[in-house]
């Protein structure tokens, strides 16, 4: 089905952190299909690390569902060494979005498709905003000591050494700039039709109040958005990145964490082979 053909009556289904470098994810993403022929679905981030797996996957997920809704995560944005498409930081996430456009998919770059379904209409949001280590543990005050205490007790995620922020000095000015084009953005929108916020990280603090590790939520967002999903006229928020698949509300404003996460992680959960896909809307009566 090509972009533009939705029938109506289908559902808003999502994922993220499919995580395809496993064998077994991999597996999961072949056997992700929509019930419907008019079902959209959301992928927040996180398919893999090598751009012709993100390719492999999307062009995958654009030939079952009525219209595929990509937002980026850290792991896409690496520029990991098996890799051969080398490109660093903003380059790397033109490639993807041209990929994106291409295969027929919406990315952040693009405008925001509105979906028809039951519950609807819903202008669905892709965002990239970043992280910009304001998330920080207890008694940090600082970036700098957020980092040492990472340091110290060995949490310290892999986009230090592979997530390039170039031609930015550092991953919080490029937070600072995605924020500041996302949000005037965001305000121009017509309030009139409700949105599903869709991001990588969460955009509210509270859901990393749960990670295990807790000198890993400098790196799961920006205390930027904060205030987003009351300032804007928002039905749900669309998020992944922790691996702690759940719906939580904020403000009255539902917050689902679809991520699949990796093997041990699901398998840890009790799911043999876990679905893949998250109802978003209709709300009622989930399929």
């Given at each position: ?5 939705t ?46 797996d ?16 990509w ?123 409700p ?18 590790y807790p ?21 749900a ?22 991520s ?28």
């Open positions: 089905m090509t972009a533009g053909t029938a109506p009556g289908g559902a808003l289904l999502a994922t993220s952190d499919l995580h395809i470098s496993y064998e077994e994810n991999r597996d999961i993403v072949r056997g992700l299909r929509p019930k419907s022929p008019a079902d959209w679905l959301i992928v927040a981030g996180d398919i893999g690390e090598l751009v012709a993100v390719e492999w996957t999307l062009g995958l997920l654009r030939e079952r569902f009525a219209e595929v809704v937002a980026p995560g850290n792991h896409e944005l690496w520029t990991h060494p098996s890799d051969p498409v080398q490109l660093r930081g903003v380059e790397r996430y033109q490639r993807l979005v041209e990929v994106c456009r291409r295969l027929g998919v919406h990315s952040p770059e693009d405008p925001y498709p509105v979906w028809p379904g039951p519950d609807g209409p819903l202008r669905i949001a892709p965002l990239f905003v970043g992280y910009d280590y304001t998330f920080r543990p207890p008694g940090a005050a600082t970036k700098e000591q957020a980092l040492a205490r990472a340091h110290d007790t060995g949490v310290v995620c892999a986009d230090e050494y592979l997530l390039h922020p170039d031609p930015y000095p550092s991953r919080e000015a490029w937070c600072r700039a995605r924020v500041a084009a996302t949000e005037e953005r965001l305000a121009a929108l017509d309030p009139v039709v949105t599903v916020l869709v991001n990588h990280y969460p955009l509210v603090r509270q859901p990393t109040d749960v990670l295990y000198e890993f939520a400098q790196w799961c967002g920006t205390t930027a958005t904060a205030d987003w999903h009351t300032r804007f006229n928002v039905a928020v669309v998020y992944g990145h922790l691996h702690i698949p759940r719906v939580t509300h904020y403000d009255g404003v539902r917050f689902e964490e679809v699949v996460g990796y093997p041990r992680e699901w398998r840890r959960r009790g799911e043999a082979v876990p679905t893949g896909l998250r109802q978003i809307f209709p709300e009622a009566a989930k399929r």
